[in-house]
């Protein structure tokens, strides 16, 4: 068994948003990143997963395991990190740390404190004094610390600089050196994770875009970029998405359709980044899976 | 395809092929595991797992089941002639884009000396 995470058509609906016949996989020595722009279902995801909220349909497995009836031993193995304040705001780190570590039978003390040092996470501050990006370094430290084998995180990078963001992923990949463990995490800042995730999963308005190796996602799309008057051959060309420009216009295609026209001089092709995968996406919102 | 960066595990084979060919890293030498390049280089698994594979595919470097890649000790000689063949490729591409531009044979050789001379 080599998934460590798989949904299959977990469905959930609230008033006015649904999660639509989720699935999508995760094996064993890799990173996933989970992307989507806001309200599209990312954190519903996660706590779903999380049993915070109950499905209505379908299966979620952890561990090869269905997390029905299940879940509590299985979060023993998770590593979690809310996008939210979880801790006891009046009480210190330490504090904080005494009440949480009982709840893992695999508890640590050593490695927190060596992450708590790393982080340079105060121990004798209130929690409420913390900024947002310590406050999620301590939540990252904890989630590191009894031994977990999955670890999920919910918009880690959010709230945290630039150089820290760049540590994270030091630490991410240092978590995966042991290929029985796995990472799964949502943000919509995807610069972090255009290096270092193997997978991306993309999430819009409650449905699954596309679950695929990073690899493979920058030769599915291509940017194709040239000037007005080729703009009609574009169109009949089947774009995902179009964009004019000053200079002329940008499109996204499959990357099969766009390579066809690669032999004309006036069109420029270009790899597009993640966060023009996403903005084409997003733009075409009524495509086709 | 006109323009698109190179992909990144196509960068990172070139970089380790490049070092195999020219004698960096020695014949049978151990090369990082692939867990670990991808943790230096900060890159994903998946990523430095093309680029190796890829390597192995070019028969520049062996993987041992249970132990890790090395470089292979393969026929130097057919590797360097491989090499010489894609120089070479790229050589004729160079002389049919100068020709676009009108540069002759002599003015051509006469650059080749020149810079060839200056190393």
Not at chain 1, 105 to 117: G, L, M, Q, T, V
Not at chain 1, 118 to 127: A, Q, R
Not at chain 1, 136 to 149: C, D, G, P, Y
Not at chain 1, 217 to 241: D, F, N, T, W
Request: proline residues 3%; contains cysteine.
């Amino acid at each position: 068994m080599d998934d460590i995470l798989e949904l299959s058509h977990v469905n959930k609906s609230f008033k006015g948003f649904a999660l639509d016949d989720v699935s999508f996989s995760l094996k064993k020595g890799y990173i996933m990143g989970f992307i989507g722009p806001n309200g599209a279902g990312k954190s519903t995801t996660i706590r779903c997963i999380m049993d915070l909220v109950h499905i209505d349909s379908g299966d979620v497995r952890l561990f090869g395991e269905s997390f029905k009836n299940n879940i509590k031993a299985l979060k023993q193995r998770i590593g979690f990190v809310y996008d939210q304040d979880v801790f006891f705001e009046e009480l210190t780190v330490e504090k904080n740390k005494r009440v949480i570590a009982p709840f893992y039978e695999r508890w640590d003390d050593d490695i927190f404190y060596r992450y708590i040092k790393e982080f340079d996470v105060p121990l004798d501050k209130k929690v409420k004094a913390l900024s947002k990006g310590t406050k999620m370094k301590f939540a990252l430290a904890v989630a590191l610390s009894h031994h977990a084998e999955l670890i999920i995180m919910d918009e880690p990078t959010s709230g945290l600089d630039p150089v820290f963001r760049k540590e994270l992923l030091d630490v991410l990949l240092d978590v995966i050196q042991d290929e029985n463990k796995a990472i799964f995490f949502s943000t919509h800042i995807t610069t972090d994770l255009e290096k270092v995730a193997d997978y991306i999963t993309f999430i819009l308005d409650g449905k699954i875009l596309f679950s695929k190796e990073m690899e493979d996602l920058s030769e599915a799309y291509l940017l194709v970029k040239g000037p007005r008057s080729a703009e009609s051959e574009i169109k009949a060309a089947h774009p995902i998405s179009i964009k004019e420009t000053s200079l002329g216009f940008e499109a996204l295609m499959e990357g099969k359709e766009a390579r066809e026209l690669a032999d004309q001089s006036n069109l420029h092709l270009e790899r597009p980044n993640l966060d023009e995968i996403m903005y084409y996406l997003v733009k075409s919102n009524g495509i086709n899976r | 395809m006109n323009s698109a960066d190179q992909p990144i595990y196509q960068q990172i084979r070139n970089q380790i092929a490049e070092q195999i060919l020219n004698g960096g890293i020695e014949e049978g030498g151990q090369l990082p595991s692939i867990r670990a390049l991808a943790k230096e280089l900060g890159i994903s698994v998946i990523t430095t797992k093309r680029a190796y594979e890829d390597l192995e595919n070019d028969g520049l470097i062996d993987s041992v089941p249970g132990k890790g890649f090395f470089v292979s000790l393969h026929d130097k000689n057919a590797l360097r002639k491989k090499q010489l063949a894609e120089l070479q490729t790229q050589l004729k591409q160079l002389i049919g884009e100068s020709k676009k531009y009108g540069m002759t044979l002599n003015q051509m050789v006469l650059l080749i000396k020149k810079w060839y001379m200056e190393d």
